[in-house]
């Protein structure tokens, strides 16, 4: 082997990037940039899962495999670090289910690739459905940084690492003569890239990149010791410039303020990450509308390879079973309830759910959204409890008073925020707020402030509010607030209106948007289980 060939590095594989962000290569044009060049909608999904838009294609370079250093691919090592846990649909998390999806444990029979599938057609399935249910769902970049006060290993780790690459670039530039194996590498990776940005050979702006960047050039210039890394820095920045979108134009012009050449290509690589993930939420948005198109039987093809996976659909249904035979048992002993009556009464019960009760494998997917619902629903049904207390508590002196309400709702909302079950320090905070809120309304409108009796009166039953099964207002509110939702449920629309129960108009607005959430959630779920809800409830009635 000569010393050109050991100098010459050539074709690795070139960093990927798919709307997961976990390595899929992507074929499709990039969205229109300021160049004019337009983008292809991605296609529906084929068969297998895979969008026709994205296909396994790597794209070959005139280069050879090079075993060195790479921002993409670690330190010296060849491999790929470990995708963000906050960019890859691999890491979203279905509560306490771990895998095998589902959390359960696959029968003896079940071979590895079986069960390696299944988790692949697992990842596809969360990301499609956090597209559907997410109006505002969007990947996210991976942590540049230090992103937190106390990061975690995982992220000392990756600054660790980091921080050694740029080091090691910074100290073989400043030898003497300096050493361009490792500005070679970036460069290569940048094209690289760029080219994935700009994807079609056919635009001017991927013949300037290829052109410009040209890794023949770069290596002979490096080998002559005078290889030109600012000015090809500088077509980086402008080639950025050209195809990045409006979002990414403050962040691309401060590059050009930067005269380290090392910092320069750290930052360089951060906006190209900001710009691929661009990338891929553009593909994302273009694929939804054909991805609503065939949503349920997509969604349901998949759910089947998963129960397939793990052999016995009794045992990979089982918590599915045991909560529609929960809600089945619940409704009329002596008359076969309806299918669509077990399956509200069953998705009412989530509201009331034990922490430590498995969620059905049906709803493994929406498990976060519907505990966030339920966290919302207690917020609500808190503050409104509050409320109820200090206006019968103080009476006629601020009723009616709507500018009051409004402020008082806000002020116990901020304090109950993210609380399930507030505890008694957090309802301590509440009570006291309500005190002094009220004391100063009180006195603004020529009232006197509350007595000492009525103000421990009033902390009393706020306070108690810890034990919410066992509050006589609470009791009825929550139940008040579940009604509610039971109505929206069965309600035909503007023709049939659902009415607001007593006691619950402080916060009707939430409850509305909850109700709209909740209904969204269920009603696309039950059309994708359809044909399994009918099966089990069937059962359960000739089982009666």
């Given at each position: 082997?000569?010393?050109?060939?050991?100098?010459?590095?050539?074709?690795?594989?070139?960093?990927?990037?798919?709307?997961?962000?976990?390595?899929?290569?992507?074929?499709?044009?990039?969205?229109?940039?300021?160049?004019?060049?337009?983008?292809?909608?991605?296609?529906?999904?084929?068969?297998?899962?895979?969008?026709?838009?994205?296909?396994?294609?790597?794209?070959?370079?005139?280069?050879?495999?090079?075993s060195t250093l790479s921002p993409q691919r670690g330190i010296a090592t060849g491999m790929s670090p470990a995708p963000s846990a906050r960019y890859s649909p691999a890491n979203f998390q279905l509560g306490r289910s771990p895998p095998p999806p589902f959390g359960m444990s696959p029968p003896g029979n079940v071979d590895m690739e079986s069960l390696?599938?299944?988790?692949?057609?697992?990842?596809?399935?969360?990301?499609?459905?956090?597209?559907?249910?997410?109006?505002?769902?969007?990947?996210?970049?991976?942590?540049?940084?230090?992103?937190?006060?106390?990061?975690?290993?995982?992220?000392?780790?990756?600054?660790?690492?980091?921080?050694?690459?740029?080091?090691?670039?910074?100290?073989?530039?400043?030898?003497?003569?300096?050493?361009?194996?490792?500005?070679?590498?970036?460069?290569?990776?940048?094209?690289?890239?760029?080219?994935?940005?700009?994807?079609?050979?056919?635009?001017?702006?991927?013949?300037?990149?290829?052109?410009?960047?040209?890794?023949?050039?770069?290596?002979?210039?490096?080998?002559?010791?005078?290889?030109?890394?600012?000015?090809?820095?500088?077509?980086?920045?402008?080639?950025?410039?050209?195809?990045?979108?409006?979002?990414?134009?403050?962040?691309?012009?401060?590059?050009?303020?930067?005269?380290?050449?090392?910092?320069?290509?750290?930052?360089?690589?951060?906006?190209?990450?900001?710009?691929?993930?661009?990338?891929?939420?553009?593909?994302?948005?273009?694929?939804?509308?054909?991805?609503?198109?065939?949503?349920?039987?997509?969604?349901?093809?998949?759910?089947?390879?998963?129960?397939?996976?793990?052999?016995?659909?009794?045992?990979?249904?089982?918590?599915?079973?045991?909560?529609?035979?929960?809600?089945?048992?619940?409704?009329?002993?002596?008359?076969?309830?309806?299918?669509?009556?077990?399956?509200?009464?069953?998705?009412?019960?989530?509201?009331?759910?034990?922490?430590?009760?498995?969620?059905?494998?049906?709803?493994?997917?929406?498990?976060?959204?519907?505990?966030?619902?339920?966290?919302?629903?207690?917020?609500?049904?808190?503050?409104?409890?509050?409320?109820?207390?200090?206006?019968?508590?103080?009476?006629?002196?601020?009723?009616?008073?709507?500018?009051?309400?409004?402020?008082?709702?806000?002020?116990?909302?901020?304090?109950?925020?993210?609380?399930?079950?507030?505890?008694?320090?957090?309802?301590?905070?509440?009570?006291?707020?309500?005190?002094?809120?009220?004391?100063?309304?009180?006195?603004?409108?020529?009232?006197?402030?509350?007595?000492?009796?009525?103000?421990?009166?009033?902390?009393?039953?706020?306070?108690?509010?810890?034990?919410?099964?066992?509050?006589?207002?609470?009791?009825?509110?929550?139940?008040?607030?579940?009604?509610?939702?039971?109505?929206?449920?069965?309600?035909?629309?503007?023709?049939?209106?659902?009415?607001?129960?007593?006691?619950?108009?402080?916060?009707?607005?939430?409850?509305?948007?909850?109700?709209?959430?909740?209904?969204?959630?269920?009603?696309?779920?039950?059309?994708?289980?359809?044909?399994?809800?009918?099966?089990?409830?069937?059962?359960?009635?000739?089982?009666?």
């Open positions: 082997m000569s010393a050109n060939d050991k100098k010459k590095p050539a074709s690795k594989p070139p960093t990927t990037l798919s709307a997961a962000g976990t390595g899929t290569k992507r074929e499709t044009s990039p969205p229109k940039s300021k160049t004019g060049e337009n983008v292809n909608s991605l296609s529906k999904p084929d068969e297998s899962g895979k969008f026709e838009g994205s296909p396994t294609r790597q794209r070959q370079t005139d280069s050879k495999p090079m390696i599938t299944a988790r692949n057609g697992l990842n596809n399935l969360m990301l499609a459905h956090k597209l559907l249910m997410d109006d505002d769902f969007q990947l996210e970049a991976p942590p540049t940084g230090s992103s937190s006060p106390r990061p975690t290993l995982e992220e000392q780790v990756r600054q660790t690492v980091q921080r050694a690459f740029w080091d090691t670039i910074r100290d073989k530039l400043n030898e003497d003569p300096p050493d361009y194996d490792q500005a070679v590498v970036l460069l290569s990776e940048v094209k690289e890239f760029l080219l994935q940005l700009v994807v079609s050979p056919e635009t001017p702006t991927y013949k300037q990149i290829d052109s410009h960047l040209d890794l023949d050039q770069i290596l002979k210039e490096a080998e002559r010791g005078a290889l030109d890394i600012k000015s090809r820095a500088d077509f980086i920045i402008d080639s950025m410039a050209r195809i990045c979108s409006p979002a990414r134009d403050v962040v691309v012009a401060a590059l050009r303020a930067q005269t380290d050449i090392v910092d320069l290509f750290k930052s360089i690589f951060e906006v190209l990450e900001l710009m691929k993930v661009d990338m891929a939420n553009f593909h994302l948005q273009q694929l939804k509308p054909h991805l609503q198109a065939q949503a349920i039987e997509y969604e349901r093809s998949k759910f089947k390879i998963l129960l397939d996976a793990q052999g016995s659909k009794e045992e990979a249904l089982r918590f599915t079973t045991e909560w529609l035979k929960s809600a089945y048992k619940s409704l009329h002993p002596d008359k076969p309830p309806r299918v669509e009556e077990v399956l509200n009464t069953a998705f009412l019960q989530i509201f009331s759910w034990e922490v430590d009760r498995m969620y059905p494998e049906s709803l493994a997917l929406d498990e976060i959204r519907l505990q966030e619902l339920s966290i919302r629903l207690s917020l609500a049904v808190h503050c409104a409890c509050v409320l109820i207390i200090t206006f019968n508590s103080v009476g006629g002196a601020i009723t009616g008073l709507s500018e009051f309400v409004l402020k008082l709702r806000n002020a116990i909302r901020i304090i109950l925020q993210g609380h399930l079950k507030p505890d008694m320090d957090v309802l301590k905070s509440v009570s006291e707020q309500v005190i002094s809120d009220t004391n100063q309304c009180l006195v603004s409108h020529g009232y006197p402030t509350l007595p000492e009796a009525k103000i421990h009166d009033i902390k009393i039953k706020i306070e108690t509010l810890n034990n919410p099964k066992s509050h006589p207002v609470y009791k009825v509110i929550s139940q008040r607030s579940i009604d509610f939702l039971s109505g929206a449920l069965t309600s035909t629309g503007a023709s049939n209106p659902v009415e607001m129960p007593n006691g619950l108009a402080p916060v009707q607005d939430e409850l509305k948007e909850i109700a709209r959430s909740f209904i969204k959630i269920i009603s696309f779920n039950k059309a994708v289980f359809a044909p399994y809800y009918d099966e089990i409830i069937g059962k359960l009635r000739e089982n009666k």
